[in-house]
């Protein structure tokens, strides 16, 4: 039951994601960073598509995917269309790997240590929540920089 809840929330949210990346009104908007925010909504989508390729993708889905959390941050000028695309590509994965795992990988500890030990099920939560507090970032952004 979970299961089918996180792939609808994740399903929702990651789309939401690409429409406040498309609702800017110019590519520069995207980047910019103003007095007292730290980081650009560009680089938010890219944090955001790392930590979920990396911890769901790579760990969980053995995709493959190298994970560059430096530069997620460090990045700049990305156009639209390749962060629209990026995030595409973290649905999938991310959908696809959820649909896949069993009762038991989810009951399981998470493979990787990060917030202390916890279930794979407590993990995935914990992940939707981060992706909605940066989502709400993003959407405060372009909503302050237009």
């Not at 007292?36 to 493959?64: D, P, R, T, Y």
């Not at 990045?75 to 590509?89: E, H, I, S, T, W």
């Not at 795992?101 to 030990?117: A, D, F, H, I």
């Amino acid at each position: 039951m979970l299961t089918e809840i996180l792939i609808n929330l994740f399903e929702r949210d990651l789309s939401r994601l690409e429409d406040e990346i498309a609702a800017y009104d110019t590519e520069e908007a995207i980047w910019r960073v103003q007095e007292g925010i730290k980081n650009s909504a560009g680089n938010l989508c890219l944090h955001l598509c790392g930590n979920l390729q990396h911890f769901i993708g790579a760990v969980l889905g053995q995709s493959g995917y190298v994970r560059n959390r430096d530069l997620e941050f460090s990045d700049k000028n990305v156009p639209r269309q390749d962060l629209l695309a990026l995030v595409g590509v973290t649905r999938r994965v991310v959908l696809t790997v959820i649909v896949g795992l069993s009762p038991e990988t989810l009951s399981k500890t998470y493979p990787e240590r990060v917030l202390g030990e916890m279930t794979t099920n407590h993990f995935l939560v914990h992940l939707y929540g981060h992706l909605n507090y940066h989502l709400g970032q993003i959407n405060y952004h372009r909503r302050l920089t237009q």
